[in-house]
Structure formats: C-alpha cells, structure tokens
C-alpha cells in the first residue's frame, strides 16, 4: 500500500535562510508525488510534482524538490524564506489503480521568523 | 473560470440534523473528490466519482453520500449529523490524461460544526 511520511510536524527557519521539509514514501509500483501548500483558512494549492520525468523538479515561489528512489524520499527545499512562505505543507503520493487518488501526509508547519 | 466552487463556507449543524455540501467544477473534469481535514491532519478521502454516474468510497465513507448526476457537480450528504463530523471538507477535481499525472485542482473548503 501506498503511504506518505512527513518527518518533521513543525519548521521554523529565520527569513532569508534555506527551507528543508522532509517526506519519506512507500509506493509498490513507481508513484507520482506532490507537493500542495495550505495557507491559513485557503485552500491547497499544488506547489510542484513529479511523474517519473526529471527527478529534480521545480515549483512556483522558487521551491524545488528532488525525487530519491534509493532513500524513497521527495525532500521540498527552497534556497531563502520569506514571510510569506509560512503555512502548512502536505507531501502526496499517487494512490492505486487509475482513479488519481491521493495519499496525504499529516502535514508540516512552516514558521518564517523575522 | 471559477475553478471548484464549494457552498456553504461555514455551517453549525445540531447532533442528527442532515445536510449537503455543495460543489461545482466548470473545468469539464471527469473526476472529482471529497476529502475532509481535521486539525493537525492531512486530508483523507471520503468518495470520489470517475465520471457522471459513477462513484466509489474513498477512506473514509462511513455517515456520507454522494451522487454524481451532472459532470459539473458533486454534492456530499452527511445524514444524522454527529460531532465526529466536525471537520472541514474540501472538493476537487482532476482531469483526463494518462494516469497518475492528475493534478487536483481544490475548492476553498466548507466548515462545519457539529455540536
């Protein structure tokens, strides 16, 4: 069965300084994966993806994330924070079969200090 | 394009009342879901629909219905209402393309309240 481990329930980094958010996988078959942000009260919205292309992949607001198959890991970086980065981040895997559900991990809260 | 529109925002309902959430997609997506997200959780599925008239249970499906009669719109039914629902429930939707590429595309959400 597919499932998605985020390391880390809370980050906090200073503004201008690298952002890591840690996601481990399990997938019995070659998955997509996803990174979707959530900021307060909104919505998700996709962040970046991978499917099997480019294991690194770039995502809009300056995030990347690289795909490790050896470590099944899809960490989420980005070089320097800014305050509006704060919000919470969830890393998804592709479920079974071909009805595009996704798996959600619990989630990262990312704390931007002035 | 509005995207994935879901009504209402907010609901307070009472221990066994019944309602339905709304949501509407006008991007011509073939597959759409419902999850739900409780505090300090990732979303869980609860249903989703491959196409007009066809539904299946996601995760968690227990005290929920839905029905896909329009490829536009995808209501979930909570009958007798219980605290455990208290959640906030998102809609979304995906469209064709070879599997698993699908990105979804979410609604705003809807929170609700049981007491």
Not at chain 1, 27 to 45: A, E, I, T
Not at chain 2, 13 to 33: A, V
Request: overall charge positive; proline content about 6%.
């Amino acid at each position: 069965a597919q499932s998605v481990t985020q390391l880390d329930s809370h980050v906090s980094v200073s503004e201008g300084t690298p952002v890591l958010l840690r996601c481990n996988y399990s997938s019995s078959y070659s998955p997509s994966l996803f990174w979707y942000v959530q900021h307060p009260n909104k919505g998700l919205q996709l962040l970046l993806k991978y499917t099997s292309a480019a294991t690194l992949v770039k995502g809009i607001n300056g995030f990347e994330a690289e795909f490790k198959k050896s470590e099944t890991s899809f960490h989420l970086t980005k070089p320097s924070a800014h305050m509006s980065d704060a919000a919470e981040y969830f890393c998804v895997v592709t479920g079974s079969g071909n009805t595009g559900k996704l798996i959600f991990g619990q989630g990262t809260t990312l704390q931007v200090k002035p | 394009n509005a995207g994935v529109t879901q009504t209402p925002k907010f609901r307070i309902l009472k221990i066994g009342q019944s309602m339905t959430l709304q949501c509407t997609q006008d991007m011509n997506h073939n597959y759409m879901y419902w999850y739900r997200q409780d505090p300090g959780m990732g979303l869980k599925l609860i249903y989703y629909s491959v196409g007009a008239g066809i539904t299946d249970k996601g995760e968690v499906p227990n005290g929920y219905n839905v029905s896909r009669s329009t490829t536009e719109d995808f209501p979930l039914r909570l009958e007798l209402a219980a605290p455990s629902q208290t959640s906030v429930y998102f809609c979304a939707s995906s469209g064709l393309g070879a599997p698993p590429l699908y990105e979804q595309y979410f609604g705003p959400g809807t929170r609700l309240t049981v007491t």
